[in-house]
């Protein structure tokens, strides 16, 4: 298989944890959706990351489209609950990770992608970064094992962890790990495994 895209984007990142975590070898090509455009486009028209080149020569957009063929691959091994309530909480943690990453991405964008910034939209990008943040923080702290929903990690604690290390290093002001005790004390559990030492890129802004 090959994973198209750069360990700085979160998304890009949490399929290839899950990969490794999968052990499902794959080749690496760190593309970038600026410099590399017209060699991304011919494997996805969107021009996005990450993208997925499976060994049969299909090809998977979009993260978690990516996640659920490599769930639905591992079977008891995934890294979420394959039905039920259980499966909608997880899944609904992922979707604010997904979410303050997203807008993470978006504000950074419009910082230096732009040369007149809108106010507005910093505005709101900022206040829904700071309303997430506070929400998987209520949620973090529920928990009393090691990760998000036990002892093992899961796709909640991956999403969750790679959208922080981003917001950290594009926005350094936004998270104040004293404020988010629980937050900050995932993101370095996770951080501090093998897999997520192995699998990082230090942020490269888009020019």
Same mark, same amino acid.
């Given at each position: 298989?090959?994973?198209?895209?750069?360990?700085?984007?979160?998304?890009?990142?949490?399929?290839?944890?899950?990969?490794?975590?999968?052990?499902?070898?794959?080749?690496?090509?760190?593309?970038?959706?600026?410099?590399?455009?017209?060699?991304?486009?011919?494997?996805?028209?969107? @021009? #996005?990351?990450?993208?997925? *080149?499976?060994?049969? !020569?299909?090809? /998977?957009? =979009?993260? $978690?489209?990516? %996640?659920?063929?490599?769930?639905?691959?591992?079977?008891?091994?995934?890294?979420?609950?394959?039905?039920?309530?259980? @499966? #909608?909480?997880?899944?609904? *943690?992922?979707?604010? !990770?997904?979410? /303050?990453? =997203?807008? $993470?991405?978006? %504000?950074?964008?419009?910082?230096?992608?732009?040369?007149?910034?809108?106010?507005?939209?910093?505005?709101?990008?900022?206040?829904?970064?700071?309303?997430?943040?506070?929400?998987?923080?209520?949620?973090?702290?529920?928990?009393?094992?090691?990760?998000?929903?036990?002892?093992?990690?899961?796709?909640?604690?991956?999403?969750?962890?790679?959208?922080?290390?981003?917001?950290?290093?594009?926005?350094?002001?936004?998270?104040?790990?004293?404020?988010?005790?629980?937050?900050?004390?995932?993101?370095?559990?996770?951080?501090?495994?093998?897999?997520?030492?192995?699998?990082?890129?230090?942020?490269?802004?888009?020019?």
């Amino acid at each position: 298989m090959i994973l198209i895209g750069q360990y700085d984007s979160p998304f890009v990142r949490r399929v290839a944890i899950a990969l490794r975590l999968y052990g499902r070898p794959f080749e690496h090509r760190p593309w970038s959706t600026f410099g590399d455009a017209d060699q991304l486009a011919a494997y996805n028209p969107l @021009r #996005r990351v990450p993208t997925l *080149v499976r060994d049969d !020569g299909a090809v /998977l957009i =979009e993260s $978690s489209a990516i %996640l659920d063929w490599l769930d639905e691959q591992a079977g008891e091994r995934a890294l979420i609950p394959r039905h039920g309530e259980a @499966r #909608r909480a997880q899944l609904h *943690v992922c979707a604010l !990770g997904q979410g /303050l990453a =997203e807008k $993470s991405v978006a %504000l950074l964008y419009e910082r230096v992608l732009h040369e007149q910034v809108s106010d507005l939209w910093t505005t709101r990008c900022r206040a829904q970064i700071s309303d997430t943040l506070a929400e998987l923080e209520r949620s973090c702290a529920k928990g009393g094992d090691d990760f998000w929903f036990g002892a093992t990690m899961g796709h909640a604690d991956i999403m969750v962890a790679c959208a922080l290390r981003f917001l950290k290093e594009a926005h350094a002001g936004l998270f104040d790990p004293a404020m988010f005790p629980q937050l900050e004390a995932l993101s370095q559990r996770c951080e501090a495994t093998e897999t997520f030492r192995e699998i990082v890129q230090p942020l490269i802004p888009p020019k």
